[in-house]
């Protein structure tokens, strides 16, 4: 049975680096593949220049979204750093969920230390708490006081070069990071895939899983 996929991210290029070879191999299984971006994704640094517009983030999503096979982008109107766990998020959430009939969801791992991420994972937990399956990504590098379990594999030897292209529609992001964001995401899924018997995988927190 064809499964119905929402991914949620809390901006442009969260679910292309935490799940989107996943994705990209649903969308070729024939699975019905929804993508849910909270934020208007632009932000500046700590002396007020801006770094990336929401314009150039939105369009740039929108083509990752393309390149991965996601038909149907959905997007929320909060801003960027201010995200928080209320009932405007969860709203949002619960309405794709329910309209869509979602039965799988991909979203931030709770422990991730970003205040966007953190919130959205929250918000994904409680509007997603009647979905059959849900599993968390992580889509930084940085530290955390809580363990990623690494519980939950999936291969995605034939979809890695997808998900390097998704990474490399946002132009703007690779720019300032110096392809950083490929070479982590790389080495991530080559040592997954290493665990695993395989060439590249994705590994998820498992939060419930029932067929």
Known sequence: MRKKILAIGAHFDDIELGCGGTLAKHARAGDSV????????????PYSKSVRKNEIAR?????????????KLLTGNFETLKVEFND??????????????????????????????????K????????VK???????NWYHSPYEFKENFYVNITNTWS??????????????RTGKKW???????????????????????DLVKYID
Do not use: C, P
């Open 88 to 121: 405007d998020l969860n709203i949002d959430i619960l309405k794709i969920i329910e309209t869509k009939k979602i039965d799988t969801i991909y979203t931030h791992w709770h422990g991730d230390i970003h205040h966007d991420h953190k919130a959205v994972s």
């Open 59 to 71: 369009k740039e999503g929108i083509n990752a979204m393309k390149i991965l096979g996601i038909k």
């Open 34 to 45: 929804y993508a849910y971006v909270a934020t208007l994704s632009g932000f500046s640094d």
């Open 162 to 175: 997808i998900k390097k292209k998704a990474i490399l529609a946002h132009k703007s992001e690779v720019n």
């Open 182 to 204: 490929v070479s982590f995401f790389y080495n991530e899924a080559l040592n997954a895939g290493q665990r695993i018997g395989v060439k590249y995988a994705e590994v998820f």
């Open 133 to 139: 399956r849900m599993l968390q990504y992580r889509s």
């Open 123 to 130: 918000a994904s937990m409680h509007s997603g708490r009647h």
